[in-house]
């Protein structure tokens, strides 16, 4: 089993923000479409459900690369990697751009650029399965803790998977 802070490979091309400064965040004031809202709408109808280390559906709960896998799964029918460390292969950076709904916002928690990871939907918000104890929830990007943290957003690619 594999949880959020499961460590691994890091992704080859470095992020264009960087940590620990809310102005290197990307422009949230606006938000524009690439056609993936129906993954964060499916992220959005998750909320609630209970976090679990190692979780990947909505049953037995998720922990967060589980989540972003089950969504991925159910909206698309696509399998992207299970581990928050091997996502960055099937996506790349979203730079020079504002975010778009369905989007993934990565989170340095644990040392590591990819150790959290959660899905952007709109208006600099993001759904997430946090910690032990916690639920599957939405944050705001621009909060301290995860402005502080906050690595990259990278984009899937589908045609990758």
Known sequence: MVGCGSKGNQASNPSPWKQNS?????????????????ISVT??????IPYRWGGNNPDGGFDCSGLIHYVFASTRGKKIPRTT???P???????DT???PGDLVFFNTLGS????????????????????GGTVRLEHLQA???SARFTEARRVSTASL
């Open 43 to 48: 992220a959005i109808g998750l909320i609630g």
């Open 113 to 132: 650029p990819y150790s959290h990871v959660g899905i952007y939907v709109g208006k600099g918000r993001f759904v997430h399965a946090p910690n032990s």
């Open 98 to 100: 504002p975010l778009a």
């Open 85 to 87: 460390a091997e996502m």
């Open 89 to 95: 292969r099937v996506s790349f950076i979203v730079e």
């Open 22 to 38: 809310l102005s290197r965040l990307p422009d949230l004031t606006k938000d524009i479409s690439v056609g993936q809202e129906d």
């Open 144 to 146: 301290p803790y995860w």
